[in-house]
DNA sequence: TTAGGGTTAG
């Protein structure tokens, strides 16, 4: 190590000796140098001067090279501590992972009759935020009016911040209407707490009639949109950013790539790139890990990995997004190379990683390379199954037929069951016809879910295929008397940065004329290479001829057929559908990919499928 | 000293 003191002169008066140290410490870069610089203070009793030993603690707090046990250990041997030093300390313990030893010391503190001063509340209530401590915040409030910092803005709006975001909205806005001085900050906070709490509108609001708004006030707006999954509003209001001219940072960028990854937008996703390029934004590890995403949910694994080689330096977190990449093309084999190559450059995988490897072995039927993971997850990695891993794991066995296996899992799994790892169970149930363990399931699920349309949908159409109409029939009044609605089905295909989206049966596009001759000719086409529509997926009691014409409207049927007439023959099109492809709609999308020489890529609810020459990149395992 | 960001099963 650097040997700091070297040129430091032998004999120094106090006050010359006082500015020196001071001005080692300012260019002190690691606790090495910093400790020397320690015994050096200690050595010539500079330990009772405060200004070092304060920056003494300032530097030993610090998030980037600090060591806090150090700071603690300096600050507990301290015979006068000021002001200053009782808050570094406080906020040293707020930034790290023991936020609550914060409070701790503020009690402390509060025993040692040390007094306040203006920066101490922030640094307390920024734990509290860490820890959504409600409790607290509120004697921490009683406090701030106590000694009568109540109209100071950096404690107010630290306790509107702490209130905003730890489910107290409503103390939040109450102080907000209260406070006599509101700056940017404040409003920030509530369209912040507003959009947490699932209340966009009230955010919205707050957004709009806020004086003046900043880059803070924009992106916390967009990123409550994607929250909320409102991705369009997203990218809009990213767009109005720009003509506002607001530069987005890399939060604002973020955010911005998070929505086109949701919506599959390729194009936009595209100039957000181009923007980072060309505007030199350093690219930092979750500004990388988000491009990646974006790429790799938009289908385009190449240019994921161009990113991917690009970064600077590969975080655990661009590692998963790429393994996750390969997992939902269902490139396990990719994937697998990829959680290997990774170990191999000395990065350890976490349990997201293994989340994403476990969703590759699942897609790409690789059971039991599923199975040993899932062991050595916990016996050589140390990590605890999550419901996510369960999850997985479920899957796994269940669409491989080991519907058995899956079950006793689920029995035996030290977590309580949540809707996801029954609807894995029930999804496998339906491919392999389990249609009595099916039943039992869906009722399971409706009981845990009750909001949820799919699952009325689904167990009605378990009864609907063992000819149980009466039941499907009463399960659908069931899920109408409950005032439960089906997410419609809707895709989405991408022309010239042009989205057009379609509704299962909604003839809503100004185009519906011609969409609906293209898929007549569509249809003849396919009936002249034998196709006969499988109606198995449908639940409603309709004769065979309503079938047919209720799952020709679906919605990336009248995608594909748009997508034909205005594209270029040989061009890939693109699809993003926001549920799962049904059984029909994958055979009909592997006949066009055959008849009309096209490659076809749909983006479903969970993976990628890429159509070509009548094939489908899933293997008809989904 | 206070406000905004990511990768995760179905």
Redesign the pocket.
């Known amino acids: 190590m650097a040997p700091i003191l070297l040129n430091l002169p032998n004999q120094l008066t106090f006050e010359s000796n006082v500015a020196q140290t001071l001005s080692l410490l300012e260019r002190c870069t690691n606790m090495m140098e910093l400790k020397q610089i320690h015994a050096h203070i200690y050595k010539t009793g500079l330990i009772i001067d405060p200004i070092p030993v304060s920056r003494l603690l300032t530097f030993s707090t610090s998030l980037d090279f600090g060591n806090l046990i150090y700071a603690r250990k300096v600050f507990d041997r301290i015979s006068r501590r000021n002001t200053f030093m009782w808050?570094t300390m406080i906020?040293g313990y707020s930034n790290s992972n023991e936020p609550k030893e914060a409070l701790f010391l503020y009690h402390q503190m509060l025993c040692h009759s040390a007094p306040h001063?203006?920066?101490?509340?922030?640094?307390l209530?920024?734990a509290c935020?860490r820890m959504s401590a409600l409790e607290e915040t509120q004697q921490i409030h009683a406090q701030i009016i106590k000694t009568g910092f109540g109209l100071?803005?950096?404690?107010?709006?630290?306790l509107?911040?702490v209130y905003a975001?730890s489910g107290s909205i409503r103390s939040a806005h109450l102080l907000f209407d209260r406070l006599p001085h509101r700056?940017?900050?404040?409003?920030?906070?509530m369209?912040?707490g507003y959009?947490?709490s699932g209340d966009i509108d009230t955010a919205s609001k707050f957004f709009k009639d806020m004086p003046v708004k900043?880059?803070?006030?924009?992106?916390?707006m967009i990123?409550?949109f994607?929250?909320a999954n409102l991705n369009k509003e997203a990218l809009k209001l990213f767009h109005e950013m720009q003509v506002a001219s607001i530069k987005?940072?890399?939060?604002?960028?973020?955010?911005s790539?998070?929505a086109c990854?949701?919506l599959g937008s390729l194009d936009e996703g595209r100039w957000i790139h181009t923007y980072i390029d060309k505007n030199g934004v350093e690219i930092?590890?979750?500004?990388?890990?988000?491009l990646?995403?974006m790429y790799?949910?938009c289908g385009d694994m190449d240019e994921a990995l161009k990113v991917f080689r690009k970064l600077e330096k590969q975080?655990?977190?661009?590692?998963?997004?790429i393994i996750?990449?390969f997992?939902?093309h269902g490139q396990g084999q990719e994937a697998l190379d990829w959680f290997m190559k990774m170990q191999k450059a000395g990065i350890k995988p976490?349990?997201?990683?293994f989340?994403?490897i476990?969703?590759a072995c699942?897609?790409a039927g690789l059971v039991d390379e599923g199975k040993l993971l899932f062991k050595i997850m916990m016996t050589d990695y140390k990590l605890n199954p999550?419901?996510?891993?369960?999850?997985?794991m479920?899957?796994?066995l269940g669409?491989a037929g080991l519907l058995l296996e899956a079950k006793e899992l689920i029995e035996k799994m030290p977590l309580h069951p949540?809707?996801?790892?029954w609807?894995?169970l029930?999804?496998a149930c339906r491919i392999h016809g389990h249609l009595e363990l099916g039943k039992q399931i869906g009722k399971i699920l409706i009981e845990v879910d009750p909001t949820h349309g799919g699952r009325y949908i689904h167990l009605a159409s378990i009864h609907a295929a063992d000819g149980e109409w009466d039941q499907a029939v009463q399960v659908r009044s069931r899920m109408k008397n409950q005032g439960v609605s089906k997410l419609p089905g809707c895709s989405a295909i991408s022309l010239n940065g042009i989205i057009h989206e379609f509704l299962a049966g909604y003839a809503s596009h100004p185009q519906m004329d011609e969409i609906y001759k293209m898929w007549n000719q569509i249809a003849e086409k396919l009936q002249q290479d034998g196709y006969k529509p499988a109606t198995g997926d449908l639940l409603l009691d309709l004769d065979d001829e309503e079938k047919e014409r209720a799952i020709q409207q679906h919605s990336e049927k009248l995608a594909i057929a748009f997508g034909l007439i205005r594209t270029k023959p040989e061009t890939t099109i693109r699809i993003f559908k926001n549920l799962?492809v049904c059984e029909d709609c994958h055979t009909v999308l592997k006949l066009i990919s055959k008849i009309y020489a096209r490659e076809i890529i749909v983006r479903d609810?969970?993976?990628f499928h890429l159509f070509k020459e009548g094939k489908c990149s899933c293997r008809d395992y989904w």
């Open positions: 808050n906020r001063n203006a920066y101490t509340f922030p640094f209530l920024k935020s100071d803005i950096y404690a107010t709006n630290s509107l911040h975001i700056d940017i900050v404040s409003w920030n906070s369209i912040d959009t947490k900043n880059v803070i006030s924009w992106t916390a990123s409550g994607v929250g987005p940072d890399n939060v604002a960028l973020v955010s790539l998070s990854a949701h930092d590890p979750i500004l990388g890990c988000v990646i995403d790799v949910k975080s655990i977190s661009a590692w998963t997004a996750n990449g997992a939902i976490n349990s997201i990683t989340t994403a476990l969703t699942s897609h999550t419901i996510e891993h369960y999850g997985c479920v899957d796994l669409r949540n809707p996801a790892i609807g894995a029930l999804n799962r609810r969970t993976r």
